[in-house]
């Protein structure tokens, strides 16, 4: 059996997707050495509908391995 998995939900008080989906870069880029967070599975959702989210990173497993480190919806193909 595998442990159950815990998600933070993290607040913020900014308006626009755009800013949220750039905080989420930051945050990565500053905690991306914190194994236990799993920045690909990211997502944004807006305060008042937060069963609709928006992934922010593509996360395909790559060949190899990794995961692609591309913004969701990205041109091109997948890269780490």
Do not use: K, Y
């Amino acid at each position: 059996m595998t442990a159950q998995r815990w998600i933070i939900h993290l607040p913020t008080t900014l308006t626009s997707a755009d800013e949220a989906a750039a905080l989420a870069v930051t945050l990565r880029e500053s905690l991306g050495h914190v194994t236990v967070i799993d920045f690909g599975e990211t997502t944004l959702s807006e305060e008042d509908s937060q069963f609709v989210r928006t992934r922010v990173w593509c996360d395909a497993r790559l060949d190899g391995a990794g995961r692609c480190g591309h913004r969701n919806d990205h041109d091109g193909s997948c890269g780490a």
